[in-house]
């Protein structure tokens, strides 16, 4: 059982970190020191990049349950 939840564990890691790296919100390293013109614009998800942001949740829910029920075996 233990063997299981550490290949699903790794393979949700695997697929969390995708997830992550898909997103388009800063546009670069220059944006995350100030850089950007974007400034603090709102803007509203739409479409896939509403579904990704939502996987990129239930994906990172998913691991701490996983990583939880490790602890408890």
């Known amino acids: ?21 898909l997103q388009q919100k800063g546009s670069g390293l220059g944006s995350a020191l100030g850089g950007g013109d974007s400034g603090n614009i709102y803007s509203t998800r739409r479409g896939a990049e509403k579904v990704l942001f939502y996987s990129t949740i239930v994906l990172s829910l998913a691991f701490l349950a996983i990583s939880l029920i490790r602890i408890r075996l």
């Not at 059982?1 to 995708?18: A, G, H, N, P």
């Open 1 to 21: 059982m233990e063997r299981v939840l550490t290949i699903v564990q790794i393979l949700i890691s695997i697929f969390l970190v995708i997830s992550i790296l």
